[in-house]
């Protein structure tokens, strides 16, 4: 009994070091084939349709800042914009999702590192007026959220990504319905259809891949739907193309006592003739799916 004992310690051990994550990248899960029962997808509780807008949101003009941080990094693939917070930075890539955790967009050290896309996602080739850049389906961008006291608390005050925290108040979420990145072919814009604290893998579908196959991807929204702290009045669609900003988060412990915490704000890629608003439409989400640590 004792050996079995020792043996079932050392197995729980392995285990537990092999979830450990480095932070807030992410560690990738294997695609599932969906064998599971296709649902009928997310229903929106907010049943009135928007009406006509003529609204169209204000943009700065980043491009020569961008063409500039170009010519010193070629690993610098856009630029994001998120109103309302301090996010208004270069986008970097490189072949890893470590080499930018700790590196800022000149690749100095830095411990607040940079805001770096996933490995995986594609920004494809320059498109036509007609036919936009073919990015990846789902355009994943981290960044810290390093917490006040440091691995501790969450303080939406924060550098980074711990901007993204302010989205968890409804005011604010309704007063800033999009964020918007650009590339050295046009700026593009995103309409927040969810924004939740999820574990660092979500299922039945991680929210982390680049691409899915049309049953995991509507899964996918479904899911995040019933995570997001607010249901948002956005139609989004198996064709439609996304950008998801994730961060980590302290609200379920300190890093030390649970590394897997994220926060994740999720847009829809709208089109040029697509209506906007100045406010978000959303409700309250009264029946929130919790993280299962």
Same mark, same amino acid.
């Given at each position: 009994?004792?050996?079995?004992?020792?043996?079932?310690?050392?197995?729980?051990?392995?285990?537990?070091?092999?979830?450990?994550?480095?932070?807030?990248?992410?560690?990738?899960?294997?695609?599932?084939?969906?064998?599971?029962?296709?649902?009928?997808?997310?229903?929106?509780?907010?049943?009135?349709?928007?009406?006509?807008?003529?609204?169209?949101?204000?943009?700065?003009?980043?491009?020569?800042?961008?063409?500039?941080?170009?010519?010193?990094?070629?690993?610098?693939?856009?630029?994001?914009?998120?109103?309302?917070?301090?996010?208004?930075?270069?986008?970097?890539?490189?072949?890893?999702?470590?080499?930018?955790?700790?590196?800022?967009?000149?690749?100095?050290?830095?411990?607040?590192?940079?805001?770096?896309?996933?490995?995986?996602?594609?920004?494809?080739?320059?498109?036509?007026? $007609?036919?936009?850049?073919?990015?990846?389906?789902?355009?994943?961008?981290?960044?810290?959220?390093?917490?006040?006291?440091?691995?501790?608390?969450?303080?939406?005050?924060?550098?980074?990504?711990?901007?993204?925290?302010?989205?968890?108040?409804?005011?604010?979420?309704? $007063?800033?319905?999009?964020?918007?990145?650009?590339?050295?072919?046009?700026?593009?814009?995103?309409?927040?259809?969810?924004?939740?604290?999820?574990?660092?893998?979500?299922?039945?579908?991680?929210?982390?891949?680049?691409?899915?196959?049309?049953?995991?991807?509507?899964?996918?929204?479904?899911?995040?739907?019933?995570?997001?702290?607010?249901?948002?009045?956005?139609?989004?669609? $198996?064709?439609?193309?996304?950008?998801?900003?994730?961060?980590?988060?302290?609200?379920?412990?300190?890093?030390?006592?649970?590394?897997?915490?994220?926060?994740?704000?999720?847009?829809?890629?709208?089109?040029?003739?697509?209506?906007?608003?100045?406010?978000?439409?959303?409700?309250?989400?009264?029946?929130?799916?919790?993280?299962?640590?």
């Amino acid at each position: 009994m004792r050996v079995n004992r020792f043996f079932s310690a050392a197995l729980a051990c392995m285990l537990a070091c092999t979830l450990i994550l480095t932070g807030c990248g992410e560690k990738k899960a294997k695609k599932t084939d969906s064998a599971y029962t296709l649902s009928s997808g997310w229903e929106n509780p907010i049943s009135a349709p928007r009406p006509e807008s003529d609204f169209l949101p204000e943009v700065e003009n980043i491009g020569p800042q961008l063409d500039s941080f170009i010519a010193q990094n070629a690993d610098v693939v856009g630029w994001l914009q998120v109103p309302g917070t301090t996010i208004s930075e270069a986008v970097v890539q490189a072949e890893d999702n470590e080499y930018y955790y700790r590196r800022d967009v000149n690749k100095q050290y830095s411990y607040s590192g940079s805001l770096w896309m996933d490995m995986d996602c594609s920004l494809g080739e320059e498109g036509t007026a $007609e036919e936009p850049e073919k990015f990846s389906q789902n355009l994943i961008i981290y960044g810290h959220n390093l917490g006040n006291p440091t691995g501790v608390q969450d303080d939406p005050n924060g550098v980074k990504f711990a901007q993204l925290l302010k989205f968890g108040e409804v005011d604010f979420a309704r $007063e800033h319905p999009y964020f918007f990145f650009t590339t050295s072919s046009g700026t593009y814009t995103y309409e927040i259809f969810a924004v939740f604290y999820c574990e660092d893998v979500t299922k039945p579908v991680a929210y982390h891949h680049a691409d899915f196959k049309v049953s995991d991807f509507r899964h996918l929204l479904s899911d995040v739907r019933n995570r997001s702290q607010f249901n948002y009045n956005v139609t989004v669609r $198996e064709t439609d193309k996304i950008m998801t900003l994730s961060t980590c988060s302290y609200k379920y412990g300190t890093y030390a006592q649970n590394p897997h915490q994220r926060f994740v704000v999720m847009g829809k890629q709208l089109d040029k003739d697509a209506a906007y608003y100045p406010t978000a439409d959303l409700e309250q989400n009264a029946t929130i799916k919790e993280p299962q640590f």
